[in-house]
C-alpha cells in the first residue's frame, strides 16, 4: 500500500529489492494507503454540493484507526452561505478550515498542519483536492479537472495514490471517490466516534442507547436544547440505523 514502510536490501546496479514490509499503524481501505497521520477531508463550498453523508463515515473511519482529521471547505471565494454556514455548525467539534486554492486563502494555516505529518487528502472528485496541493506545491504540477456539464459531478483525475515527502513529513493525494461503506460498529464505538456528544451518551437510561427513540435519552436531550446539530443529527440516525440493519443480518 502507499504509505507503507519497508525494509530493502543494498541498491545494486541502481536497484533494490523489498525485502519486507514493515507492520502498519493503520491502514484505509478506500483509499488504500497506510500509516497516516492525518486525514484531510476536503469538500467544496460550492459545485460539486457537499456529500455530507461521505463526510461523516470518513471521520467514522479515522476516529476507528487513531487518525486525527483535519475538514478543509475548499473553493470559499465562490462559496454558498449556506454550505458554508453548513459546514462550520456541523463540525464546530472538528478542526476545519476554509480555503481557497484560487486566491490562497487558508493556505498559510493549511502548510503549518501539514508540516511533519503524513497527511492524506480523501473526498468527492472535484472538490480541489489537486488544485489545493498545486497551490501548495506548484513543483508537483497535478492534473486537475472540473465538473462533467451534465450532471455536475467531478471527473475522476487522480486515478491512483500517490505520496510525496514534503514539509517533513509527505502528502498524498487519492482517487476522488463517492461512496464509502463503513464496516461494522459498535453502538459504543458510534458514540464515541461524536465528540459533540460529550458525556450525554453517560446519562442516559438505558446502557448503549441507540439515541433515536429511548426515553430519557441525554442525546436527543442535547439535540432539543440546541446543543447538538440537527442535520449531523439525522446522518448520525441514518448510519446507526444502517450498522442495526448489517447487524441483524449478521445471524438471519
Known sequence: MVGDLVEISVPQMGYAAIDAVLPRRNALVRPPVSNIDQLVVVAAASAPMPDWLLIDKLLLQAHALGIEPLLLLNKI?????????????????????????????????LR??????????????????????????????????????????????????????????????????????????????????????????ERCRFAGCRHLSEPDCAVKELLDDGGLSPRRYARYAEISEEIEQRRKHRYD
Open 77 to 109: 471565494d465562490v462559496g454558498d452561505p449556506e454550505i458554508v454556514s453548513g459546514f462550520q455548525s456541523d463540525y464546530a467539534a472538528f478542526r476545519t478550515l476554509l480555503v481557497s486554492s484560487r486566491t490562497g486563502e487558508g493556505l498559510g494555516p
Open 112 to 201: 503549518e498542519k501539514l508540516s511533519g505529518r503524513v497527511s492524506c487528502f480523501a473526498g468527492q472528485s472535484a472538490v480541489g483536492k489537486s488544485s489545493l496541493l498545486n497551490a501548495l506545491f506548484p513543483e508537483l504540477s497535478l492534473e486537475t479537472g472540473g465538473l462533467a456539464k451534465k450532471t455536475a459531478r467531478g471527473r475522476h483525475t487522480t486515478r491512483r495514490a500517490e505520496l510525496w515527502p514534503l514539509l517533513g513529513g509527505a502528502v498524498l493525494d487519492t482517487p476522488g471517490f463517492s461512496l464509502l461503506e463503513i464496516e461494522a460498529l459498535s453502538q459504543r464505538e458510534l458514540n464515541e466516534s461524536y465528540p459533540e456528544f460529550g458525556s450525554a451518551p
